[in-house]
């Protein structure tokens, strides 16, 4: 099989790097070569982030180029509109629609571009928006987003329920366990 | 067991697989993660030092005593460990010893990009550099049977890419090692210009039989290609660069030891292939190589040595076709990283801003306090240097009165109470402002010597700053909290007016720390709000303009209170208050 590409992006703190690792769990255990790339240290500091899981029979280059993701799951509106080049021609973007103020505009040197729902749109892309932080916050807690888009993003994927919930089981702490696989099956619905 | 591990962690799997008995590092992005890896071992020692140079001559005491060890490091920190390394090359090893550094590439998070395997060719080392998480085990297993086959301490240079890249790992059982012996060898360890001038030549011989090594490994492996046009030399995570695009279509010669480098291996792939192509991140190190044994190649006038590579670079530059997806046609606003909300740092620097103070700026998080809309920082060169350059700024300046230097708790330790000496002993009238926020905070929340914890989360000796300070000499030491925006601005317009040197410390925990209890979010009273925007110039994510009021954003605000000093409508308040 052709390598699959899933690109992750966000706001530093947004828990963009579990998502990454829970999704690597996920398809070690399904048999697949895959390398989970991240960055860490100064770019986490609510800067805008990036991860890249890349699965398939040899996956030789642990992040993901222009042009080459099947799916970017976004955390942020200007997220998901920042890394549009890196989707494939048949690629699909999931997005959270929450904006988060980068700190040019807050200090008002820029501004927050609007409609970018519709902006994305236009560009030909197939685009899955929704508010997956007021999914989180029903579910139980607002840092929770990353697995409401994890939920959202299984309905892609042929793995079964078990296989996902056992990857949440193996990926967040005991004491959340039941709030989020709330969190993944308010996201999936 | 076969499982996703970050190439830190596999070098620390393979360093306790091999029977690695003591570690000492210093924390620094890409390489912290291998230190804390080690740590979870109990049949380790492992701690944190302070500063690279410590760690790296505790990592040769341990092997010089005979259990095989490791320090790791980025690669700035490297130029801090520089001094032991090229001796320890001369002495050679008891046990085994390893020293990981790890690049970085387009500077996700580093000051400069400097490119490690310099130092490995000037010390005369022997360097491995694995190209992802499987090699990262493999190869620090081999670094011990190669450092002490050779008797040398052998370099691991990882890169952001290869650090930070979860791939597939198989674990194996722990190889428990017998220590070995230590006999005392004068002539061996004791390099004075007598001893060092009969060690000098061994080590050349050293070094024409790791080329012998070289010739014959397996690290360096030539990969098939139909297609002769064209040959590869590459290495690390140019190695994965190239086989996305090519698969084997060209032969590929992968180094995976990049000092010393075979000589003939390099001349017989040559010499089956058109023309040969050098793929390798920043300079051109294998090219030189290259060029200096007769082997004409290409490398760095098509690739250049600035920043990262990928797969599309490669591609691109090597002809091959390239479809990137659709870009938006939208000015998007960069998101730059920020200091969180809540930080400590923040009410400090913007205190040096409102008093419009030059500020010798370190290495840490604090680093953010340069950008907009704070913009409080002068200079960052390197840990440490905040604080001995500004005395050497007032030294020969006059503008002891209008500039100070800013340096965390973690820094401090690292290298800048010896600038701080050099401020006492040699008399310059420098205020110096410790951010104590009782954690190493940009690389993770690593301890250290101020926080009264070790590497393994024990109780541990705590080093008190006030008497540190005093004790090299400074007699004025003050205290502030960073949240009381007051008594900064009392204390920093009090110690730069006083004719002689003083330290601030600036002491308020990361607010990322779980231990940290948080009021919660302030509210805003946005109907009082006239849009002065005085609550903008912290720089705060929480606090945002809209419609001309501010309001604060619940998801962020810490409840720290510095905004609610700067309000002077009564519009950001605590809850209770408003």
Known sequence: MKTKNIMIVGVGGQGTLLASKLLGKLLLTKGYDVKVSEVHGMSQRGGSVVTYVRYGEKVYSPIIDKGEADFILSFEMLEAARWTEYLAKDGMILTNTQQVNPMPVITGAAEYPEELEKKIADLGIKLDAFDALALAEQAGSSKAVNIVLLGRLSKYFDFTMDEWMQAIETSVPPKFLEMNKKAFLLGRE | ?578
Request: with cysteine; charged share 25%.
């Open chain 2, 1 to 578: 067991m076969k499982s996703l591990m970050l190439g830190n962690e596999a070098v620390a799997r393979g360093l306790y697989e091999a029977g690695c008995g003591f570690v000492s590092s210093y924390p620094g992005t890409p390489s912290t993660e291998i230190t804390e890896t080690i740590a979870k071992y109990k049949e380790v020692y492992a701690e944190w030092a302070p500063n690279e140079k410590v760690a790296m001559e505790a990592a040769f005491g341990a092997s010089l005593s005979g259990t095989r060890s490791f320090c790791g490091m980025k690669h700035v920190g490297l130029n801090v460990a520089a001094d032991p390394l090229f001796t320890i090359s001369y002495t050679g090893v008891n046990a085994g010893m390893i020293i990981a550094v790890a690049d970085d590439p387009g500077m996700h998070s580093s000051q400069n990009e400097q490119d490690s395997r310099h130092y490995a060719i000037a010390a005369k080392l022997p360097m491995l550099e694995p190209a992802d998480s499987a090699e990262a085990k493999e190869f620090t297993m081999l670094a011990y049977e190669i450092s002490e086959k050779f008797d040398a301490p052998v370099l691991i240079k990882m890169c952001t890419r290869v650090a930070h890249s979860q791939s597939i790992v198989e674990s194996g059982e722990r190889n428990e090692i017998e220590a070995k012996k230590y006999e005392k060898c004068i002539e061996k360890y004791v390099m004075m210009p007598g001893m060092a001038k009969r060690r000098h030549p061994i080590i050349e011989e050293r070094t024409k039989k790791l080329i012998e090594f070289a010739e014959t490994s397996s690290v360096n492996r030539v990969e098939a290609g139909k297609d002769k046009s064209m040959g590869i030399i590459t290495s690390s995570t140019c190695y994965q660069y190239v086989k996305e695009v090519f698969g084997d279509k060209y032969p590929v010669l992968k180094l995976g030891m990049i000092n010393p480098m075979p000589v003939e291996k390099i001349k017989r792939f040559a010499a089956e292939v058109e023309k040969v192509v050098i793929v390798e991140e920043l300079d051109g190190i294998i090219e030189a190589h290259c060029n200096n044994i007769g082997v004409e190649v290409k490398g760095k006038e098509i690739f250049g040595c600035i920043g990262e590579f990928s797969q599309n670079i490669i591609a691109e530059k090597l002809g091959a076709e390239v479809d990137e997806g659709a870009r938006l046609n939208e000015n998007v606003p960069a998101r730059p990283p920020v200091m969180c909300a809540g930080c400590p740092h923040r009410g400090l620097f913007y205190t040096l801003k409102k008093n419009k103070l030059n500020v010798m700026g370190d290495i840490g998080c604090y680093t953010l306090g340069a950008v907009a809309p704070l913009a409080a920082i002068d200079s960052t060169i390197c840990m440490g240097a905040s604080v001995s350059g500004l005395h050497g700024f007032n030294k020969a300046g006059n503008m002891a009165d209008k500039t100070v230097a800013v340096i965390g708790d973690s820094t401090f330790m690292h290298s800048g109470v010896t600038g701080l000496i050099n401020v006492a002993y040699n008399e310059s009238n420098s205020t110096v402002i410790i951010l104590d926020n009782s954690i190493t905070g940009m690389t993770g929340h690593q301890q250290n010597p101020t926080t009264g914890f070790n590497l393994k989360g024990d109780p541990a000796t705590k080093i008190d700053l006030e008497s540190l300070c005093r004790a090299v000499g400074i007699k004025r030491v003050r205290v502030v909290d960073p949240y009381n925006l007051k008594e900064c601005d009392d204390v920093i317009k009090e110690e730069v007016a006083a004719e002689e040197p003083s330290v601030v410390i600036s002491r308020r925990p990361c607010a990322l720390l779980k231990y940290v209890k948080h009021p919660g979010p302030i509210t805003a009273k946005s109907d009082k709000c006239v849009g002065c925007k005085a609550c903008m110039k912290i720089g705060c994510p929480a606090i945002s303009i809209v419609n001309g009021k501010a309001t604060i954003d619940n998801t962020l605000c810490t409840g720290c209170g510095v905004c609610t000093q700067l309000c002077k409508f009564g519009v950001l308040g605590a809850k209770e208050e408003n």
